[in-house]
């Protein structure tokens, strides 16, 4: 499977722990983003890496919530102190970076369902 | 905040066609028509995407108006795999990263496909 993959694919945690999610874009992409998504609602933009620089960050993202691509290929979002509206499935998508070939469709793994109790 | 008004949920049976509106009244001449979809626990699917000429693929046919302020995705034969909740959002087309290739997903129509 060549798509991309996230992992893991749920993770129950208790309140005040830390967690981190783990993602691997589609090999040839260097555009790599980061959503939530909550029960009912359209996934939100959390941040946005371009290879290992994150050049962009919702407000949405708070202090306790990091983001890394060190080697411009997988990437990892950790929480830090979870609190229970972090609750969410968080989604990554990658897309290329290639002028002329890049339609604008982002491809989306699967997600991680967080649950923190 | 999401550019697009879709209808919160539509039914439609097996095997007919299901016609998806959106209403995008404050589209830029930039602006592309992008549709996804994401069936339940997956992540989001891309279909098909536009600017003003009609679009067809595999999967779908997406239908513009002539002034770009509303579209239709047509799944042509509906089956119950493509059960989904359908995104249409509008974006500057190609090349862009960051808050200009990022897509602004709305709630979406919750299609639901019956035997």
């Known amino acids: 499977d060549t798509g991309v993959s996230q992992d893991p694919r749920h993770k129950i945690t208790k309140r005040g722990q830390n967690v981190t999610f783990r993602c691997d874009p589609i090999?040839?992409?260097?555009?790599l983003y980061w959503y939530r998504q909550t029960l009912g609602q359209g996934p939100e933009f959390l941040t946005y890496?371009?290879?290992?620089?994150?050049?962009?960050k919702s407000r949405l993202l708070s202090d306790r919530f990091s983001a890394e691509r060190p080697k411009g290929s997988f990437s990892t979002l950790e929480i830090q102190r979870t609190e229970q509206g972090d609750s969410a499935m968080y989604l990554c998508?990658?897309?290329?970076?290639?002028?002329?070939?890049?339609?604008?469709?982002?491809?989306f793994g699967e997600g991680s369902r967080l649950t923190v109790l | 905040d999401a550019k697009t008004t879709q209808p919160p949920s539509m039914d439609c049976a097996e095997g007919r066609a299901a016609n998806l509106p959106c209403n995008h009244s404050t589209i830029s001449g930039n602006e592309y028509v992008y549709w996804y979809r994401q069936i339940h626990s997956q992540g989001p699917q891309y279909i098909i995407h536009?600017?003003?000429n009609n679009e067809t693929n595999e999967m779908a046919s997406l239908i513009i108006t002539e002034d770009r302020k509303s579209s239709t995705l047509i799944l042509p034969h509906a089956t119950l795999r493509d059960t989904a909740v359908y995104y249409c959002?509008?974006?500057?087309?190609?090349?862009?990263?960051?808050?200009?290739?990022?897509?602004?997903f709305g709630k979406g129509t919750k299609l639901s496909v019956k035997p």
């Open positions: 536009g600017l003003k």
């Open positions: 090999s040839e992409h260097n555009r």
């Open positions: 998508a990658s897309s290329r970076g290639l002028a002329g070939l890049n339609t604008g469709e982002l491809f």
């Open positions: 959002i509008v974006r500057v087309g190609g090349n862009y990263g960051g808050s200009q290739g990022n897509l602004i």
């Open positions: 890496f371009q290879n290992e620089a994150q050049l962009e």
